[in-house]
């Protein structure tokens, strides 16, 4: 099927269009209504508690904080392809699969905000590792955790998020390559928002795609619109049944934009035009999303409204959580570094707990 | 004159060197159209070209290993570690080949880069944001570690490394990159690579710190003149190869050596220098030496970030005891 779609030869997948139109493609397996209702509510969670954050950045009570507006349907769309024991491994944008695989949204604030142990995901409850910030390190991870699962035979395969500007690092192409050798079952994708900080995605690399990075490795390799969660879902199940039958890596190009600033840190009016931006928008998944629903009758405007206000009560309650948990004490600062904390390293906790 | 932030000096002394040197390149991520994301580089690329000053891919191995052969071929190449937490991929390019090409080829290939990175915490920044490695820099054969604390500093400074024949780490403390101010010449000027800068003088002990930390040690010596206590504040600016001299000038007047850094402890610039004093100051000595350092964790996320930072208040109660303690 991956054949279908080569993107040397310019073809990407798209299922739903911007407006809300879906056209399905023989073969490719299709979300049912009710899927993509449930898909877009985690959508609007997610966007709702994404531009709660950001505000309460503005209101400096979060610290510098990665937005994912206008990638939801990626990392959502993928994890709703897969099984819930598959490997989630993530980059920094990833809040939307975060929300669908039922890992609380206190837990991503709370990261964000400052407080490892928000981090403490258990492994055989979420399969999830936490945010990865040294780019694209964490796909080699992803190589690994599907070698394991391959090793011990259990069907579960390893999903690994990138950013367009992490295809640069040579990690990026260890990690496909690893896993094209072992016949792995990860699964690679990339969120291509066109930019990285600053740095235009034309300016990363002269092929006119990424996904065609994977054939050098071996890799079927396809491009989707990463703004329409269908195809999204379509391409990481086909993806994921070539893992589960022993066939190897996918790597898929989630095309996307970036609505938002890198980080709160970030002026984009440096290196962007409000134009472009808004070519954009008319794209958002969410829109495109919600006017399928619509269309179909399966939610109004009213219930949309409602839901805003819900999702919204709900961050802030999350948010709070988070806020007036207690802050680490000295003794956490220390005591995770090795199961058994060394005598030389108590003696200086000792010794600093008295300075403090 | 005028006056201009830690961060207006590295871009002035960029611009400075660069009008004088039409070999001098400078890449790294997101240095060329945004001018880097802390603005280090702001305007360089409308001044001198694409050539000169561009947004690299995004890839660390490939800055620094692409700039040993811009080196090799007799350009200057000046490049950005984006945070010293991210220079960590190019490490194997910079220990193994940039530190090493001098030696390996008896001289016939040198290396003159310079390696620029913003370091250290304070900031309440994501993780990999906030940490001091010079250490671990430091440790490397035929690297030099440059930290400069005020803006006057960082500009002669960074002159320097860009003309000095070998590779430096020149590290910024990003803490302080626009919370001070200082008048800066125009111009160009260089401050010597390996030397010391004594802050204040005084006789009751030898302070010795460097970067961020400077601002906190200088309050301290305020603090302490009024309890009595006179401090021989020591900036001591590169990190390898140090001011010995300085140093031990210092300790055989005031008899009592004390070193401040936010890195950690183990291992650190402290256990050197200390162990320095002792090898050649010994007999000096009237107190046990004291080095007052960041923990050895892991730089803590912001909400335990205030564990790691060294205050005023503990310069000041540290360096009391010191300066009061009798045999
Ligand atoms: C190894 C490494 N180098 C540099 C950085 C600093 N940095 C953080 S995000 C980023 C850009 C990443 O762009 P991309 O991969 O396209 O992902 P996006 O942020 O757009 O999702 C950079 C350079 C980092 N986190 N890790």
């Known amino acids: 099927m991956f054949e279908k779609f080569d993107p040397r030869e310019g073809k990407k997948l798209e299922i739903m269009n911007e407006n809300g139109e879906i056209t399905p493609i023989n073969e490719i397996p299709l979300m049912n209504d009710s899927q993509i209702l449930e898909g877009y509510l985690v959508m609007l969670k997610t966007r709702v508690a994404d531009e709660w954050a950001i505000s309460l950045q503005r209101q400096g009570r979060m610290p510098t904080f990665p937005p994912t507006k206008g990638q939801e349907a990626i990392p959502l769309g993928a994890l709703m392809a897969l099984n819930q024991d598959d ?72 999903i690994g998020f990138v950013g367009d500007g992490g295809t640069s690092e040579g990690d990026f192409h260890e990690a496909l390559n690893f896993a094209a050798v072992w016949k792995a079952g990860a699964i690679f994708i990339i969120q291509n928002n066109h930019y990285a900080i600053s740095c235009p995605r034309e300016k990363q690399t002269i092929t006119p795609t990424l996904a065609e990075k994977g054939f050098a490795y071996g890799i079927p390799s396809i491009q989707v619109d990463g703004n329409d969660i269908l195809s999204v879902y379509g391409a990481v199940k086909m993806a994921a049944e070539r893992g589960r039958n022993g066939l190897g890596p996918t790597l898929i190009e989630a095309v996307t934009y970036r609505l938002g600033p890198h980080t709160t840190a970030d002026d984009p009016t440096l290196y962007r035009s409000e134009e472009e931006v808004e070519l954009w928008k008319p794209k958002d998944p969410l829109i495109r999303t919600e006017k399928y629903l619509l269309s179909k009758e399966l939610l109004t405007s009213e219930k949309i409204e409602a839901l805003k206000e819900e999702f919204l009560a709900f961050a802030k309650e999350e948010f709070q959580s988070v806020e007036t948990s207690e802050d680490p004490t000295i003794e956490e600062t220390y005591n995770y570094h090795y199961k058994e904390l060394p005598e030389i390293m108590k003696e200086q906790l000792k010794e600093r707990k008295e300075r403090k | 004159m005028r006056a201009l932030t830690l961060l207006e000096a590295v871009n002035d002394a960029y611009k400075t060197e660069m009008r004088l040197d039409p070999f001098i390149v400078t890449f790294g991520e997101d240095v060329g159209v945004e001018g880097g994301v802390f603005r280090a580089t702001t305007g360089i690329q409308k001044e001198f070209g694409v050539e000169r000053c561009f947004d690299s891919i995004l890839a660390e191995s490939g800055i620094a290993g692409t700039a040993i052969g811009m080196a090799a071929a007799g350009l200057k190449p000046v490049i950005e570690m984006q945070f010293s937490g991210f220079a960590w991929p190019a490490f194997n390019q910079i220990v193994s080949h940039i530190a090493r090409f001098r030696n390996r080829t008896r001289g016939a ?201 060294i205050s ?13 303690y009798s045999i």
């Open chain 2, 312 to 324: 005023t208040d503990e310069i000041v109660k540290n360096a009391k005891n010191l300066a009061f």
């Open chain 1, 87 to 158: 490997w989630f491994v993530i980059a920094y944008r990833e809040l939307s699969g975060w929300l669908y695989r039922g890992i609380p949204l206190r837990n991503w604030y709370g990261y964000y905000y400052g407080n490892e142990k928000y981090a403490h995901l258990p492994t055989n409850k979420y399969h999830t590792f936490p945010p990865s910030v040294p780019i694209a390190s964490q796909l080699l991870h992803t190589s690994g955790l599907a070698y394991a699962e391959k090793f011990k035979k259990t069907g579960r395969l390893a």
């Open chain 2, 109 to 309: 290939i040198t290396m003159p880069i310079v390696i620029r990175m913003p370091y250290g915490g304070g900031i309440r920044a994501l993780e990999h944001h906030s940490e001091s490695y010079e250490a671990i820099w430091g440790h490397i054969p035929g690297l030099k570690v440059v930290i400069p604390s005020t803006p006057y500093d960082a500009k002669g400074l960074l002159i320097s490394a860009i003309r000095d024949p070998d590779p430096i780490i020149f590290m910024e403390p990003k803490r302080v990159y626009r919370s001070i101010k200082q008048e800066v010449p125009e111009g160009a000027y260089t401050i010597p690579i390996g030397k010391a800068k004594v802050i204040s003088e005084g006789d009751s002990l030898t302070m010795v710190s460097y970067g961020a930390q400077m601002k906190e040690a200088t309050a301290a010596v305020g603090e302490l003149k009024k309890l009595g206590v006179s401090v021989e504040l020591i900036d001591l600016r590169t990190i390898y190869p140090y001011d010995k001299e300085t140093i031990i000038n210092s300790v055989k007047k005031t008899g009592r050596f004390m070193v401040v850094h936010e890195a950690h402890q183990t291992f650190g610039v402290g256990a050197e220098l200390i162990t320095k004093v002792v090898e050649e100051a010994f007999l000096y000595l009237e107190a046990a030496p004291v080095r007052l350092t960041g923990p050895d964790t892991i730089f803590p996320l912001p909400r335990g970030e205030r564990y790691f930072m």
